[in-house]
C-alpha cells in the first residue's frame, strides 16, 4: 500500500490530498519567506486520527507539519522538508467548559472567532485576550506561540493561560501535562515540575497538541477604552508609560506609531488626522501618530471615575512638564469613529487593508520597556534608510515588565525587487532589537539561527537535546527553530 492509501484508511479520501492546487495553498504564507510544497495535505476530526498519521510518519520517516490558519507572519507552516501538512480545522470543539474554576479547554481548531461567540453567547461573565490576529486563528497556537492579547497587559503573554495540554508525541503517545495529568481538572500548572515547556514556543517541533486548557478571566463590571494620541512617541516613553503601568490602572495599554495606510481598518486614521492637526500640532515623523488605548476597568463607576480622574492628572502633568503635546479622548468622545475606535478591540479585521499588495511581514519582539524608545527610534532610521513608512506597534506586558516592539512591513509579493528589501530589512530590525537586549518572537528560522547564534551555547545545546529526544526521527515541524 503507498502512502496515500494508507492516509485514505485513516481520513477518508474527502480529506486528503495530494493535488497540487490544494497543496499551492500549504506552501507559501504571506510573508517573505521562500515557499516549500507538501506532498499532502490531511484533515484530521479525532485524536486517535492523529495518533495514527503520526505514527505513520514516524515509521516512514515523513515530516508533519501542524497548521490551524497559517497567519503566524513567520513561515512557520511552511513545509520545507515537504511531507504532510495537517490541517487543524475540523478539530474545533469545545471538549469543556467550567465556570467555577474559570477555564476551557478546547481542540486546536477552535478559533478567535469561535472564542468571541461563545464569549458573547454563553460565557457573558468572562473574557480572554484577544490579538490583533484575524478572528480564523487558533487560539491554541496563539497560546504556544506566546502570543499578545488584549489581557496582556494585566496578565503577560498567552502561554501563561495555558493550564493543561493533551499532546500526540513523535511515536503517537498521548501525553498530559499541568493538573490535568493527575486530576480531572484543567486548571493550573502548579505545584508540579512545569513540562508545558517542552511545548510551549516550540513551533510544533515537539509534540503535537490536541487539546488545550486555558484560563478566562473574570470581566470588570466597569470598563472605559480611552485614547492619548501623540505627535511624538517620545511623549508617552519619556515618563509617562511607565507612571501609567504601575498605577495598574488600565487592563489594557497598546497601539502604536501609524500612518493611514496601516492603520486601515485598525483606527479611523484620517479623521484622527484631521482632529490633530485641528489643535495645530505637527507630527514629528511626517505622517506619523502615535495612537494609544487605554482601558480603565473597574468594581463600580465610582472607581473607574476615580482612575479616569487619574490618567487625566497624568496626562496634563506630562503636558506641562515635559512640554508633550498629548490629547486624551474618553469613549463619549469619539463620535462618529466611535465603531471603527472599537474594531480593534472587540473583534479585529484588518488583514485586507494590511495585505493589498498581497504581502505581510513584520518583526515582532518583546524588549525591555526602557529600552522601547531606543528601539523605535532606531527602527524608524532603518525604514527610513529602505524609503519605507514605518508602523510600529507597542503594549507594556504585565504591567510593564517588558513590552511589545513590531514593526509591521506590508509589501508587494510579486516583486522581486521588494521582496529583496524587505528580507534586508527586517535582518538589520532584528539584529536592532537583539542589540537593545529584545528577543524576536514567532521567531522564523533564519531568525532564531541569528538569535541561538548569540545564545549561550549550553541553552542551544539543551534546546536540541529536547527536540532530538522527543523526535528522534525529525519527523516533527523540522527546519524550524534553528535546529537542523
Ligand atoms: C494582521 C495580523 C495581526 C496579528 N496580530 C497578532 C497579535 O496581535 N498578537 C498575536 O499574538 N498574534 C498576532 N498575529 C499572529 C497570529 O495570527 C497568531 O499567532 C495566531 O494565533 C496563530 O494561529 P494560526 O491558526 O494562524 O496558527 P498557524 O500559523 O497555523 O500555526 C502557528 C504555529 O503553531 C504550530 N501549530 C499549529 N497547530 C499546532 C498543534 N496542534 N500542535 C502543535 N503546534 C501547532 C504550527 O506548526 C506553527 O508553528 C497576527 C497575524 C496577522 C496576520
Not at 168 to 173: D, K, N
Request: glycine share 8%; aromatic share 10%; with cysteine.
Amino acid at each position: 500500500m503507498d502512502v496515500l492509501e494508507k492516509l485514505n484508511n485513516i481520513f477518508g479520501e474527502d480529506f486528503v490530498s495530494n493535488r497540487p492546487e490544494e497543496l499551492y495553498v500549504y506552501s507559501r504564507d504571506m510573508t517573505e519567506n521562500p515557499p516549500s510544497t507538501p506532498d499532502y495535505v490531511v484533515m484530521p476530526e479525532s485524536v486517535e486520527q492523529v495518533q495514527e498519521v503520526v505514527k505513520l510518519a514516524n515509521q516512514l520517516k515523513i515530516p508533519i507539519t501542524p497548521y490551524v490558519a497559517g497567519s503566524n507572519v513567520g513561515g512557520l507552516t511552511i513545509p520545507y522538508e515537504h511531507g504532510i501538512v495537517l490541517d487543524f480545522k475540523r478539530m474545533k470543539k469545545v471538549i469543556e467548559i467550567d465556570r467555577e474554576n474559570m477555564y476551557i479547554v478546547v481542540e486546536p481548531g477552535f478559533t478567535f472567532g469561535h472564542l468571541r461567540k461563545l464569549l458573547d453567547e454563553e460565557l457573558t461573565e468572562f473574557e480572554y485576550s484577544f490579538p490583533f490576529a484575524p478572528p480564523y486563528s487558533s487560539v491554541t497556537a496563539n497560546a504556544l506561540l506566546h502570543g499578545l492579547g488584549s489581557l496582556s497587559h494585566k496578565y503577560g503573554s498567552m502561554n501563561e493561560y495555558i493550564n493543561g495540554l493533551e499532546v500526540v508525541l513523535a511515536t503517537g503517545e498521548l501525553l498530559r501535562v499541568g493538573s490535568c495529568a493527575i486530576s480531572p481538572f484543567w486548571n493550573m500548572r502548579s505545584p508540579l515540575p512545569d513540562l508545558m515547556g517542552l511545548f510551549i514556543g516550540f513551533q510544533g517541533t515537539t509534540g503535537i497538541v490536541t487539546k488545550c486548557g486555558v484560563s478566562l478571566w473574570p470581566k470588570p463590571p466597569f470598563q472605559a477604552h480611552c485614547m492619548i494620541f501623540s505627535t511624538d512617541p517620545a511623549d508617552i516613553y519619556h515618563s509617562l508609560i511607565f507612571k501609567l503601568c504601575r498605577s495598574q490602572i488600565c487592563q489594557e495599554i497598546g497601539g502604536g506609531l501609524l500612518n493611514t495606510a496601516i492603520a486601515e481598518g485598525i483606527l479611523p486614521m484620517e479623521k484622527l488626522e484631521g482632529l490633530i492637526s485641528m489643535m495645530g500640532f505637527t507630527p514629528k515623523y511626517e505622517g506619523l501618530y502615535f495612537a494609544n488605548l487605554c482601558t480603565l476597568w473597574g468594581c463600580s463607576q465610582d472607581a473607574l471615575r476615580a482612575k479616569y480622574k487619574f490618567l487625566v492628572k497624568l496626562v496634563n502633568e506630562t503636558n506641562d512638564k515635559e512640554d508633550a503635546n498629548l490629547v486624551l479622548l474618553r469613549p463619549e468622545e469619539y463620535g462618529e469613529m466611535g465603531k471603527e475606535m472599537m474594531t480593534p478591540i472587540n473583534l479585529p479585521v484588518q488583514i485586507p487593508g494590511l495585505l493589498k499588495e498581497g504581502g505581510l511581514t513584520w518583526v515582532g519582539s518583546y524588549v525591555p520597556l526602557s529600552r522601547w524608545l531606543e528601539g523605535c527610534l532606531r527602527g524608524i532610521e532603518i525604514h527610513k534608510k529602505y524609503d519605507r513608512v514605518p508602523g510600529v506597534l507597542h503594549r507594556p506586558m504585565k504591567y510593564g515588565h517588558y513590552g511589545v516592539q513590531r514593526f509591521l512591513i506590508p509589501f508587494n509579493k510579486s516583486s522581486e525587487q521588494d521582496i529583496q528589501d524587505v528580507t534586508a530589512m527586517c535582518k538589520e530590525l532584528v539584529e536592532m532589537i537583539l542589540d537593545i537586549g529584545g528577543m524576536p518572537y514567532k521567531m522564523p528560522n533564519w531568525v532564531a539561527k541569528i538569535m541561538m547564534d548569540r545564545a549561550d551555547p549550553h541553552f542551544f545545546q539543551l534546546l536540541k537535546t529536547i527536540k532530538h529526544t522527543l523526535d528522534p526521527n525529525g519527523i516533527l515541524n523540522p527546519g524550524k527553530l534553528g535546529i537542523d
